[in-house]
C-alpha cells in the first residue's frame, strides 16, 4: 500500500469523477476529521453520504428515485 500527496490524490479523484458517465465512485481517504478520514463519491448511487453534526454517515435512497 503506498501513500499519494494531496495533489496527487485530488487530481485523480477530478479525473475519475470527470470520466465516470453511468457509473459511481467512492473515495476514502485520511483526514483531520473527527472521524479521522473524508469520504467523496461522484456518479449516481443509492448511497448518498450524509453531514449529520459533523460526522459522515450514509444513508440510502429509495430506488423510486434514481429511476
Known amino acids: 500500500m503506498?501513500?499519494?500527496?494531496?495533489?496527487?490524490?485530488?487530481?485523480?479523484?477530478?479525473t475519475v469523477?470527470?470520466?465516470i458517465g453511468a457509473g459511481a465512485a467512492v473515495l476514502a481517504y485520511?483526514?483531520?476529521?473527527?472521524?479521522?478520514?473524508?469520504l467523496l463519491t461522484a456518479g449516481e448511487r443509492r448511497r448518498i453520504p450524509v453531514d449529520f453534526d459533523?460526522?459522515?454517515?450514509?444513508?440510502?435512497r429509495p430506488e423510486e428515485a434514481l429511476m
Open 2 to 14: 503506498g501513500s499519494l500527496s494531496g495533489r496527487v490524490r485530488d487530481e485523480l479523484w477530478r
Open 17 to 19: 469523477s470527470d470520466s
Open 30 to 38: 485520511p483526514d483531520a476529521t473527527e472521524q479521522g478520514y473524508t
Open 54 to 60: 459533523g460526522l459522515t454517515l450514509v444513508a440510502l
